[in-house]
């Protein structure tokens, strides 16, 4: 046991530093100041504590009571950081944002737009897949100079028929006049309607989709 160790003439100062260090690792203060005056109680009345010694454990006993009092001050500032994040989260609600991305989510006849850009002039072509990555409608867009277009999609497939409500995805392919790619950018665009947090990560919830706050570029007002 642990007081047995520190009854013995070499318990004094042998047991101080690897109760210290210990302590300083699983004790809380309480339990430090607890053990140092247990310590002082039972050490040997013909050879105690050299008085460095106890100086010392009286250092990192104080050392641990300042230990504590930051861990502290950083658990309140982390609370004050996560309400203030909690906060700006909830702003989002009702608006529309746009991230980087190619996910797009239909719902009776709600669809999420999307977006492209291309940086340079070229053929485009956009093809829309379901959740399983099987192609759905395969749409020529034409010539189109440099710059950012709205994914011209309605919801059907290539024959027409509306598709089933879920998630899709898209890409695009761009082609200039001598048949090189073209460098593209692809952005999902979607209506937040709450806020989750998914194993203590913040998430803004689009449809079915959670998007995490930090990848939102672009922020606006849905207008009737």
Known sequence: MLIDSITTNSGAAAVAESTSSAAADSLGQDEFLTLLVAQLKNQDPL?????????????????LEQLFDVNASL??????ITASEKDSNLD???KQVKAA???????????????YYIEDGAEVT?????????????????????GEYELAWDGRNATGMSVADGIYTFDIAARDINGFDVYTETYSKGMVTGVSNEYAVPYLVIGERLLEPQNVLETSIITE
């Not at 050879?47 to 050392?63: G, R, W």
């Not at 399983?132 to 440099?146: K, S």
Request: aromatic share 12%; charged share 20%; proline share 2%.
């Open 47 to 63: 050879n105690p504590m050299e008085s460095q010694d106890f100086t010392a454990q009286m250092a990192q006993f104080s050392s």
């Open 75 to 80: 658990a309140g500032i982390q609370e004050a």
């Open 92 to 94: 989002y609600i009702g």
């Open 101 to 115: 991305g190619n996910t797009l989510y239909k719902s009776g006849d709600s669809l999420d737009q999307g977006s």
């Open 126 to 146: 956009f093809t829309i897949y379901d959740n399983e990555g099987r192609e759905v409608h395969r749409i020529d867009a034409g010539y189109q100079d440099a």
